[in-house]
């Protein structure tokens, strides 16, 4: 891929420690993902996700796709009425490990894909 293909908004370039490089920086836990920002995110347990700890991401307009769920360093599943409460308002939620979310993630941006993600600690 040349930089003219390269998808608009961040994207992981690669993995230390328990934590995601993105462009020029580290984060060193949790990682949320829109098509033009990534931040920090404090979650780190799968176990315990309610919909608030997403609420930023259902609030994108327009809303996205779906959430990509990356669970750590195991694919695991999050709690059912974490998963209903956001098939309850539109958006999809696909779950897997952090780094398959994170390789996800750079492919569908660059299919120009509308969507978000949510990365627990690896």
Do not use: C, Q
Not at 3 to 15: L, S, T
Not at 28 to 48: F, I, M, Q, S, Y
């Amino acid at each position: 891929m040349n930089r003219e293909d390269a998808p608009e908004g961040p994207i992981i370039k690669g993995f230390r420690e328990r934590g995601f490089l993105v462009a020029d920086r580290y984060v060193p836990g949790g990682l949320k993902l829109t098509p033009d920002d990534a931040r920090d995110w404090a979650a780190t347990d799968v176990t315990e996700l309610a919909v608030a700890d997403v609420a930023d991401l259902l609030a994108m307009e327009p809303p996205p796709e779906f959430i990509l769920l990356g669970t750590g360093n195991m694919m695991a599943r999050p709690p059912v009425a974490f998963v209903r409460a956001i098939e309850a308002r539109g958006v999809g939620l696909e779950v897997m490990d952090s780094r398959a979310a994170a390789r996800a993630w750079s492919v569908l941006r660059h299919e120009g894909r509308w969507i978000a993600a949510a990365l627990l600690p690896l």
